[in-house]
């Protein structure tokens, strides 16, 4: 019977459903931009050199971290996604399809400078940006077009010149051109500093005489300097001190070299400290100083490998150079490389038990909705669950290795909320299947699990941030990491959950599969009012937890500050949903457009207070989150007024003569 | 209102969720066989009443939350938290942009309560309601004991707002060779307040000097009119007027024009103080008034007096001075300062920052407290604070941080700063949440057993 009303809603459904699967295969089939240019680089990097490659540790923002979680960080940022791809088309006419790892488009960058520079990179959503900037608009999709780096360089005055000017204004107040604008001088600014890295090796400083004779080549590079850095030193040493005595080309090439010591404004530090040297790596250029004035050792072959690796005519020897690079780069970090930890954190990204864990979910996903329609298949349930289970374990063992690389409890930033909150709703749903097994929760478990670990992975290309960076002083302290954090963050978890169950009750009532008074209806309000009451432990404690931190490290317990605000909002909804409750104030149908409201107020709580630039725990402001942000109230209010409309119509719906079959 | 709608907790939960009984009140009977007292303490310990002020709070935190964007924080907290009553206003909006996106927004002005008055009903009503009229049975347990730690929470924030208060202690660290600097502060047993003002008169009676306080509410009244301030025994009154709260002393140039009075300067074009907008953030403000001071009647003395403190440096202050009868006295307006019945040396600061970047990874603060004749060393670090009678000092800030030659901050030496607090109820709220997660933790795994046990499940699971 159930099948039935089941059939009948996917009939009504099969329209905005076919327009569905078109909007999402449009998503799919996206035309891969073409690359429009000499191609340098004529095969691929091996994958053994990518892989070596991606385990180089480097220090970035204050942290050693691989060159690939680099890599991927600034792909990010500049590129808005996790590869890059394009075609380039051969000589016979033929169209070939490449997708670079952001480590292989980092060795690019480096290796190749000016094959990467014409990557289809920089997406522009709106051609008024093109014309803002005076580029020429060919079209290549309707909607947002790819431009290159180089493409960008021609404009880069005009694009400073904008971008400064409309920085003056708030971001919240920018237009989305203005926006745009703004976003591409950033992402260009990344993109130049990571290329200046090792610009350097490209150049060659003519020399004569003296010079010539030390280099035994009519020319000087970072590679030979370095090599034959005792001799020039000594040749430094007979100088006077306004440089009067010098040769021609002694000047230029001194010059040359004090450019490249300053030139790199990156923040990455590539060479890593001497003993006894404080923990500050630096970069190429510094090194190369410091070689001049007389260190010995790796840091040497650091710098003429890197010049092979940039500069050698066939592939294979640029890789066996880089392979020499990172041999000499362990050696010259000393007991400052930690190859262990790098290791991991590169095997931990390479892995991505989280990114599995999605597909295991959705697999579990389709075997509950089987279960729906073989409702008396205790197999199927098994299956469906045991899959569930085998899913957590994955997220489980991610958020573990997360904790054993940081060091900290799992949650130390925005990040980290989704892939605990999801951790937290499954476990919460599995256990609340198991308590009323009828295979609602069974199939919103995986769901909601899979959905969470989307909008982590949305999240973290879309924030373009490493999220395993270090701690600002107040946040530093595993106690309250654990307490507070963790107990919050639950309790957003309950609050959603509740959320959906009550969701679920809408849509039941409103496509009448359910009628309020049947046992399923009843089943789903047990618990969401189950899953509200441990939302509520969790809320209360976490809420005051939080307090009690605040007095602790600023003196007050309770400041009014948004996010404070937020997390007592949540107790205060959950509290007074329990009592109206209580007293007979409401019943099913106020219970749950309550705990739909509550879901509202997490999403208040756990995101839109970031994002009003007030308070403690402002994280500045993006609008893709607040269209995120705005996405989930209009989908949850939607909900919520289909449901009060459906209530206002039918308030005491009759019920289906046939409705005795549903199980 | 019938003994129905204030006693619901009797109606029978056939909706099948709640467990109605958990809140069963003692008090039963029809709205007539109640007397009028009876029928007023029902009202207020009603689970509905709870329920309203829950969600009047919840309200007045939202709003609360939205008016900071414009408000800032301190302004809203007190119209919003700490107020008797306000008219709160929702600022429409979609998508995080305005409606209609020019300058007059679309707002909805909503009457309310204040937090403050809210939250005094909801310690009546949950006193009278969930504790008192609560049924005393086994099962209640969990409702009770939470019940008692949200009372002692709400207790704790009250006392909090009565009888703290709070302000700066900033310490040079001790030169570790040589001499100490003139002028810098590098032990205290003070702490000053961070925006409270108050009007200090002083006599200087040769080697002691006699204070008088003023506390900043009483001068309050001269923002717009002149306030008299007199004592027994003082040989002059005080008259106060124009009270600025945010405002700098200026010269007056010749083509300025001033609303504010312009007092005569020997030499000189003159002194006023020049009115600033007042800005949402109370520390940024200084405040100054003009003050007169009056001597049977006619004006014997006149001057302007203004300042904030200058913290880490040494308390040198420049009151406004008069003679009058050959005594020596001095008017100051300066933030409020408080003892401590200890000193505080600052011995060492150290400040690290992660590796490459100036994000610091800790900032820490060894101090000598002198307690009596006893000395010890502590050290106070974020999440860490030192506690002392009383009294709760936590490292907040640090400086200089004006960037030196080499773009980083400017130091060594360093000086520390830290916020003093003295609450009576400072860690009652621990001792609450702990009541209250026993409670909650108590009561839901009695319930769940119950179900899991229940002819309701066996019903909803077959």
């Known amino acids: 019977m159930i099948g039935a009303t089941l059939g009948d809603v996917m009939k009504q459904l099969r329209l905005p459903l076919l327009v569905l699967l078109a909007f999402v295969l449009a998503a799919c089939s996206r035309p891969v931009p073409k690359y429009e240019h000499e191609v340098l680089r004529t095969e691929p990097w091996s994958a053994e050199v990518v892989a070596e490659m991606a385990s180089v540790a480097v220090q970035d923002n204050g942290r050693e971290k691989p060159l690939s979680v680099l890599a991927a960080i600034r792909l990010y940022k500049i590129h808005g996604s996790r590869d890059v791809k394009f075609s380039i088309i051969d000589s016979s006419g033929g169209e070939q399809k490449n997708t670079l790892s952001p480590t292989e488009w980092l060795l690019d960058v480096w290796c190749f400078p000016d094959q990467a520079g014409h990557y289809p990179l920089f997406r522009i959503e709106n051609s008024g940006v093109m014309d803002a900037l005076g580029l020429k608009n060919d079209g290549q999709t309707p909607g947002f077009v790819y431009i290159s780096y180089e493409q960008v360089f021609t404009v880069a005055t005009k694009l400073r010149e904008l971008a400064g000017e409309y920085s003056n204004v708030e971001a919240a107040q920018h237009s989305p051109v203005e926006a745009q604008v703004v976003g591409l001088w950033q992402q260009f600014i990344a993109y130049n500093q990571l290329q200046r890295q090792l610009e350097a090796f490209q150049y060659t400083v003519p020399v004569d005489g003296e010079l010539k004779e030390l280099f035994g080549s009519d020319y000087a590079d970072l590679g030979l300097i370095a090599t034959h850095a005792d001799g020039f030193r000594a040749m430094i040493s007979k100088l006077d001190s306004t440089l009067s005595n010098a040769s021609e080309s002694m000047l230029t090439l001194t010059k040359f070299i004090g450019s ?346 756990w995101f839109h207070v970031n994002l009003l630039q007030v308070g403690l725990h402002a994280y500045g402001f993006s609008s893709e989150l607040r269209d995120a942000v705005w996405i989930c109230y209009s989908a949850q209010g939607g909900i919520l007024v289909v449901g009060a409309i459906d209530v206002l119509l039918r308030p005491n719906p009759a019920r289906a003569s046939a409705k005795a079959g549903v199980t | 209102m019938s003994a129905t709608d204030t006693d619901s907790a009797q109606v029978p939960g056939e909706s099948g969720a709640g467990d109605t009984s958990t809140a069963t009140t003692k008090v039963t009977g029809t709205a007539s066989q109640l007397g009028p007292l009876m029928r007023v303490v029902m009202t207020f310990s009603s689970q509905k009443l709870a329920v309203v002020l829950l969600v009047t709070l919840g309200l007045l935190t939202w709003l609360g939350t939205l008016a900071q964007i414009e408000g800032g924080l301190w302004a809203t907290q007190k119209e919003y938290f700490e107020s008797w009553g306000l008219i709160a206003e929702l600022p429409l909006s979609w998508w995080g942009s305005a409606i209609p996106s020019v300058e007059n927004q679309w707002v909805i002005k909503i009457p309310l309560p204040g937090a403050y008055p809210v939250m005094m009903l909801l310690f009546l009503n949950l006193l009278v309601g969930g504790m008192v009229r609560l049924k005393w049975r086994a099962k209640n347990t969990g409702v009770l004991i939470t019940h008692i730690g949200i009372a002692l929470l709400l207790l704790a924030g009250f006392v909090k707002m009565e009888y703290s208060y709070s302000g700066a202690l900033a310490l040079y660290e001790t030169p570790s060779s040589g001499p100490e600097v003139p002028n810098r502060q590098y032990e205290s047993s003070t702490f000053v307040s961070f925006h409270d003002y108050e009007l200090a008169l002083m006599k200087d009676n040769g080697d002691t000097v006699e204070e008088l306080v003023v506390p900043e509410s009483k001068l309050l009244g001269a923002i717009d009119d002149t306030v008299t301030l007199s004592g027994k025994g003082l040989p002059f009154e005080l008259q106060i007027h124009h009270y600025l709260v945010n405002c700098r002393p200026l010269s007056k140039g010749p083509m300025v024009r001033v609303t504010t009075p312009v007092l005569e300067e020997p030499g000189g074009p003159g002194i006023y103080l020049h009115p600033l907008k007042t800005s949402p953030d109370r520390e940024q403000n200084q405040t100054g008034v003009y003050v007169r001071v009056m001597v049977r009647g006619q004006q014997h003395a006149e001057g302007i007096i203004w300042g904030p403190g200058r913290l880490p440096f040494a308390q040198a202050r420049f009151p406004f001075v008069f003679e009058l009868e050959g005594a020596r006295w001095a008017v100051d307006l300066r933030k409020v300062i408080y003892e401590l019945p200890f000193k505080v040396r600052l011995s060492k600061f150290v400040k690290r920052d992660h590796p490459g970047t100036m994000t610091p990874a800790d900032f820490r603060s060894w101090v000598s407290v002198k307690d009596g004749g006893q000395e010890r060393e502590v050290q106070i670090w974020m999440n860490n604070p030192l506690r002392q009678d009383g009294y709760v000092a936590y490292q907040t800030n640090w400086g200089p941080q004006q960037p030196g030659p080499d773009g980083r901050p400017l130091g060594p030496p360093w000086y520390s700063v830290f916020e003093v607090a003295a609450n009576p109820s400072d860690q009652w709220p621990m001792w609450s949440c702990w009541v209250i997660g026993l409670g909650l933790f108590v009561h839901m795994i009695m319930k769940l057993s119950r179900f899991l046990k229940s002819s309701t499940r066996t019903n909803l699971t077959a």
């Open chain 1, 260 to 605: 490249v010591a300053e030139n790199d404004a990156s923040g990455v530090g590539l060479v890593g400290p001497e003993e006894g040297e404080g923990d500050v790596w630096i970069p190429i250029g510094a090194a190369l100083e410091r070689v001049i004035k007389g260190q010995k050792g790796p840091v040497v072959d650091m710098i003429t490998s890197l010049q092979k690796a940039t500069n050698a005519k066939l592939l294979s020897d640029r890789e066996a150079a880089l392979l020499a690079y990172k041999a000499a780069s362990i050696a010259a970090a000393g007991s400052h490389y930690n190859q262990v930890q790098i290791e991991r954190e590169t095997n931990y990204y390479h892995s991505s038990w989280h990114y599995q864990a999605i597909h295991w979910f959705l697999f579990s996903f389709l075997l509950a909705a089987i279960t729906w329609m073989m409702p008396r298949s205790k197999l199927m349930w098994w299956a469906s669950m045991v899959v569930s289970i085998a899913a957590l374990g994955m997220l489980s063992y991610d958020l573990t290795l997360r904790c054993y690389i940081t060091g900290h409890p799992p949650i130390k930033n925005l990040y980290d909320t989704f892939l605990f909150i999801a951790w937290v709703s499954v476990l919460l749903l599995l256990a609340t299947e198991f308590v009323i097994p009828r295979r609602m929760a069974l199939a919103a478990a995986p769901f909601f699990g899979a959905l969470l670990i989307m909008f982590a992975r949305m999240y973290e290309v879309s924030n373009a941030a490493d999220t395993m960076d270090k701690l600002q002083a107040v946040l530093d302290s595993n106690f309250w990491l654990a307490t507070h954090v963790t107990t919050i963050n639950i309790g957003y978890a309950a609050g959603l959950v509740a959320a959906m169950l009550a969701y679920v009750w809408i849509f039941m009532r409103v496509t009448r599969i359910y009628h309020p008074s049947d046992v399923g209806a009843k089943a789903l309000i047990r618990m969401c009012y189950g899953v509200t009451c441990f939302g509520l432990l969790f809320s209360v404690v976490g809420t005051i937890l939080g307090g009690v931190w605040a007095n602790d490290s600023w003196g007050r317990f309770w400041g009014w500050d948004p996010k404070e605000n937020g997390a007592l909002m949540i107790c205060l909804a959950q509290i007074s949903l329990l009592h109206a409750r209580f007293s007979g104030w409401v019943r099913d149908v106020g219970f749950v457009v309550w705990a739909g409201i509550i879901g509202l107020v997490v999403v208040f709580s």
